[in-house]
């Protein structure tokens, strides 16, 4: 798999599963652009990537704001040109409420992330992608959207969301040689549960300890391979969807969750 020269933009890569694909694209020739809310973090990525030697730029973007999303897009295309891949990545976990426990401005604030956030980054990437007639979006789901554990109730609302919009673009653009998958992680240890704290705030509780994968014990009486799976894993099953190798493969759901689903 070889990106030569190719602009992908992955948001939230920033940290944990963004930040390895963003290297992974890059390692492979991409020109990274890496999004994310938290700008430090994001400019940590593209200096890792420069570092070695590879393409990579930093843009600030709340994913939830399309004049956000758009003004990271067009800089991107502006500096480094076409865009033939974007990732969907950026993602916070809701706290683990179900829904008599979760009051509505939390409820909307990541599905506005987990979900919205999808659609504009794909409507965005799309006004490029369309006239060209080619691109690939690959879009960050979960285990949490096709099962009803791994998640609160809006986080698995979110996850089912973007594995129903990933089917619904790849049947409309198809035709017009965009594909459209997902990729499904299982449990990979990431800041995840301590940044979705900091960014929704105080009314979500402590998530260090909640959660279906929290322990060794329980990792190994709920994935058959016995163990969490790493960043790495679930960037190469990114990159195979990104790359010309996957170009009649679109609306997929890609679980990499070690047999997790499979039980
Ligand atoms: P992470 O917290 O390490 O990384 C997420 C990044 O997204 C952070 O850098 C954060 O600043 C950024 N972000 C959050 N909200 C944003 C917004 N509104 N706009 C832009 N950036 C934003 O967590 P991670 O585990 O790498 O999560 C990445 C994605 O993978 C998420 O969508 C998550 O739901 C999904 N996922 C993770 C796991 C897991 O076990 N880690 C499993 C399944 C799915």
Sequence with gaps: MTF????ALVTGAGSGLGRAIAEALAARGAVVGAIDVDEAAARDTAQLIVERGERASAYRADMSKSSEVDAAVSAAVREHGALEIMVNNAGVL???FSVDEMDESLWRRVIDIDLTGVFLGSKRALAEMLP???GRIVNMASVAGLNG????AAYIAAK???VGLTRQMAVAYASRG???NCVCPGAIPTGLRQHSQQILGPGVPDMSGRGVAVNDEQVRSLIPAGKRGTVEDVASAVCYLASDEAGYVTGHSLVVDGGWRAR
Aim: glycine share 30%.
């Design 132 to 134: 060209r007639g080619r």
């Design 149 to 152: 554990t791994g998640g609160g």
């Design 94 to 96: 809701d706290g683990y």
């Design 178 to 180: 965009i594909t459209v």
């Design 4 to 7: 030569k020269d190719k602009l």
């Design 160 to 162: 089912h969301g973007v």
